[in-house]
T-cell receptor, first 111, second 113 residues
Framework: DQQVKQNSPSLSVQEGRISILNCDYT??????FLWYKKYPAEGPTFLIS?????DKNEDGRFTVFLNKSAKHLSLHIVPSQPGDSAVYFC??????????FGAGTTVTVRA | KAGVTQTPRYLIKTRGQQVTLSCSPI?????VSWYQQTPGQGLQFLFE???????NKGNFPGRFSGRQFSNSRSEMNVSTLELGDSALYLC????????????FGDGTRLSIL
């Protein structure tokens, strides 16, 4: 039972433009959300997170928005750079030491 | 600071065999989690260990087991291997638990013939 869903398997964006990645969840107990980035042949690396008490968190070019009523979060990357081409995973937890991941979105940034 | 180290990087086994994967967390990290990644399925949580105790486990059969040693190093064992066990197995560590940013190793690619 997939509790975290990333419905767009892939996203192509031009360099310098905005990338918007979406994530939906079904478990209302989730209270902490994270985004990870993964390059081929490497493990995922932590990108940014947000607690359920907030609706926005920003870190440089990366901003995560949380809409609890819609059980939806999104990651904005502005401006997109070639090095951003990777697989992005959304993850969520309810403080039970278990992290649930989405299936990932492959981002390709075109020059 | 050394990152999370997983060994071996690649492994080929046949059906029915068993396998043990190893994970050395970042020094000082007491929580180690294991995940299975297959195409289209994202990362599926296997289990989480903290101070040698399993605190949570995912929906995997009993053939999947793990343990953590007093130095926080962890091992994962899969017995009676099946073709569907072919996957990338990732280990992640953090100071206190899976519900905070984790540092991942590069994984062990397990192929079952």
């Amino acid at each position: 039972d997939q509790q975290v869903k990333q419905n767009s398997p892939s996203l192509s964006v031009q360099e310098g433009r905005i990338s918007i990645l979406n994530c939906d969840y079904t478990n209302s107990m989730f209270d902490y959300f994270l985004w990870y980035k993964k390059y081929p042949a490497e493990g995922p690396t932590f990108l940014i997170s947000i607690s359920s008490i907030k609706d926005k968190n920003e870190d440089g070019r990366f901003t995560v928005f949380l809409n609890k009523s819609a059980k939806h979060l999104s990651l904005h990357i502005v401006p997109s750079q070639p090095g951003d081409s990777a697989v992005y995973f959304c993850a969520a937890t309810s403080n039970d030491y278990k992290l649930s991941f989405g299936a990932g979105t492959t981002v390709t940034v075109r020059a | 600071k050394a990152g999370v180290t997983q060994t071996p990087r690649y492994l080929i086994k046949t059906r029915g065999q068993q396998v043990t994967l190893s994970c050395s967390p970042i020094s000082g990290h007491r929580s180690v989690s294991w995940y299975q990644q297959t195409p289209g399925q994202g990362l599926q949580f296997l289990f989480e260990y903290f101070s040698e105790t399993q605190r949570n486990k995912g929906n995997f059969p009993g053939r999947f087991s793990g343990r953590q040693f007093s130095n926080s190093r962890s091992e994962m064992n899969v017995s009676t291997l099946e073709l569907g066990d072919s996957a990338l197995y990732l280990c992640a560590s953090s100071p206190r638990g899976a519900n905070q940013p984790q540092h991942f190793g590069d994984g062990t690619r397990l192929s079952i013939l």
